[in-house]
Nanobody
Framework: EVQLVESGGGLVQPGGSLRLSCAAS????????MTWVRQAPGKGLEWVSG????????EYAASVKGRFIISRDNAKNTVFLQMNSLRPEDTAVYYC????????????RGQGTQVTVSS
């Protein structure tokens, strides 16, 4: 059974940082790309970032490029999202997705972790 468990969210002031983690189990993590998507209140899913299986290729949405960094540790079956210079518009529930594409917004995902950026 595929399991994805996101963590690391919380309340942070504008300009602050958070590091999200997604622990994966139940599948061969090293063979899959992983993506992060988010859903703001009242809105649909938005693709944020993706990373290939080896961790050598990364992609970012224009809205987060230069502020967020995606990475993965294949030895620990974990993918990360380092979020810097956070803005109120980054407020959302963040999900990781197991994928064959760096741009997937659908697929197996976890329960999500809430990120709230507010002063």
């Amino acid at each position: 059974e595929v399991q994805l468990v996101e963590s690391g969210g919380g309340l942070v002031q504008p300009g602050g940082s958070l590091r999200l983690s997604c622990a994966a189990s139940g599948f061969s993590f090293i063979y899959y790309a992983m993506t992060w998507v988010r859903q703001a209140p009242g809105k649909g899913l938005e693709w944020v970032s993706g990373i290939n299986s080896a961790g050598t290729i990364t992609e970012y949405a224009a809205s987060v490029k230069g502020r967020f960094i995606i990475s993965r540790d294949n030895a620990k079956n974990t993918v990360f999202l380092q979020m810097n210079s956070l803005r109120p518009e980054d407020t959302a529930v963040y999900y990781c997705i197991k994928s064959q594409s760096l741009f997937a917004i659908s697929g197996d995902r976890g329960q999500g972790t809430q990120v709230t950026v507010s002063s």
